[in-house]
T-cell receptor, first 115, second 114 residues
Framework: AQKVTQAQTEISVVEKEDVTLDCVYE???????LFWYKQPPSGELVFLIR??????QNEISGRYSWNFQKSTSSFNFTITASQVVDSAVYFC????????????FGSGTKLNVKP | DGGITQSPKYLFRKEGQNVTLSCEQN?????MYWYRQDPGQGLRLIYY???????QKGDIAEGYSVSREKKESFPLTVTSAQKNPTAFYLC?????????????FGPGTRLTVL
């Protein structure tokens, strides 16, 4: 079964705090991709990152970083020194090789960054 | 600028009416998708199309219909058979069908049934 779980429904932080959004996935495939998307209040999902199942290197992009651990089936997303503009709903998604039109989205984590 | 447009942004429908949501892309993408988003839930796939004149049902196709007569356009009709149509609808496209191809999303249409 393919499944993505984002257990944190909503998180509130004060600006400049660091925050980690959790993503746990289930799959029997050996080849798969994981994605993170940001959905600001405007509604449009914006692609942030993809990671394939064979690349466990962590990635940093400015204030954003991602920690992929196959041993725990997790692909967590950390925002360092959060800003009000980071307020959004963040989705983790799983895509797999053999059904390339099907993406499994988590239920999303709403991040509120307060000034 | 390349992107995906959806119209209208807000749509109100009376029970028993069919409504059509527009989705247009100028990214030259072959694949297009329709998702439904309900509060506190992830995106659920309604229909997708890999090429013109071809489309496939997703996980929750009942009560919906689509067409793909042009590469740029993938309209979604919400029929009266859809029992609970109030939701946020997102259209997406992809440059290719490789698993690593991310999706590009439109701004969405919020449908409310009165």
């Amino acid at each position: 079964a393919q499944k993505v779980t984002q257990a944190q429904t909503e998180i509130s932080v004060v600006e400049k705090e660091d925050v980690t959004l959790d993503c746990v996935y289930e799959t029997r495939d050996t080849t798969y991709y994981l994605f993170w998307y940001k959905q600001p209040p405007s509604g449009e999902l914006v692609f942030l990152i993809r990671r394939n199942s064979f690349d466990e290197q962590n990635e940093i992009s400015g204030r954003y970083s991602w920690n992929f651990q196959k041993s725990t089936s997790s692909f967590n997303f950390t925002i360092t020194a959060s800003q009000v503009v980071d307020s959004a709903v963040y989705f983790c998604a799983l895509g797999h090789l053999y059904n390339f039109n099907k993406f499994y989205f988590g239920s999303g984590t709403k991040l509120n960054v307060k000034p | 600028d390349g992107g995906i447009t959806q119209s209208p942004k807000y749509l109100f429908r009376k029970e028993g009416q069919n409504v059509t949501l527009s989705c247009e892309q100028n990214l030259n993408h072959d694949a297009m998708y329709w998702y439904r988003q309900d509060p506190g839930q992830g995106l659920r796939l309604i229909y997708y199309s890999q090429i013109v004149n071809d489309f496939q049902k997703g996980d929750i196709a009942e009560g919906y219909s689509v067409s793909r007569e042009k590469k740029e356009s993938f309209p979604l009709t919400v029929t009266s058979a859809q029992k609970n149509p109030t939701a946020f609808y997102l259209c997406a496209s992809r440059a290719g069908l490789a698993v690593y191809n991310e999706q590009f999303f439109g701004p969405g249409t919020r449908l409310t049934v009165l």
